[in-house]
């Protein structure tokens, strides 16, 4: 008996240290009987922002520029199954509805730890995954 169903899981990564590590955890502790998932969720651009003004940047530019990354970060044969998206969005809530309509089974996301007044105005993404997901979380902690 497993304690968490893995069929389906979830990372969501920012390209952090603490994302990386939660990303090679999930492959260490799940393999290759699952399909993993990673999303990484970009903010939204702000009308005033210079690259959107003089239209040097667009969402699917950043997209583009995202999956590069990931693909150059994460690259060899350890890595090839896994499902990359990107949203634009409220991370929380891109998360959330990436999860319900994929029937993710569990998420596995990293803390950052915050405390005091830096978690109490910004809150923690993690926090309101936990809150709000309909499947399991499993909160990594550095």
Same mark, same amino acid.
């Given at each position: 008996?497993?304690? @968490?169903?893995? %069929?389906?899981?979830?990372?969501?990564?920012?390209?952090s240290e !603490?994302?990386?590590?939660a990303l090679n955890e999930a492959l260490t502790s799940f393999g290759n009987a699952t399909t993993l998932h990673v999303i990484h969720v970009l903010s939204s651009l702000e009308p005033t922002q210079p =690259?959107? *003004?003089w239209?040097?940047? %667009?969402?699917?530019?950043?997209?583009?520029?995202?999956?590069?990354l990931f693909h150059e970060k994460f690259s060899g044969q350890t890595y !090839?199954?896994?499902? @990359?998206?990107?949203?634009i969005g409220n991370p929380s809530s891109e998360?959330? %509805?990436?999860? !319900?309509?994929?029937?993710?089974?569990?998420? *596995?996301?990293?803390?950052r730890g915050r405390t005091g007044l /830096?978690? @109490? @105005?910004? =809150? /923690?993404?993690? !926090? &309101?995954?936990? &809150?709000f997901a309909r499947?399991? *979380?499993l909160v990594l902690r550095h």
């Open positions: 008996m497993t304690l @968490f169903a893995s %069929d389906n899981v979830l990372v969501p990564i920012d390209f !603490e994302a990386s590590h =690259g959107l *003004v239209q040097t940047v %667009d969402d699917q530019t950043r997209i583009d520029h995202i999956k590069a !090839e199954s896994i499902k @990359f998206t990107v949203k998360i959330i %509805d990436y999860a !319900e309509g994929n029937a993710i089974d569990l998420i *596995v996301i990293p803390s /830096s978690r @109490f @105005f910004l =809150g /923690s993404v993690a !926090e &309101r995954v936990v &809150r499947c399991p *979380v």
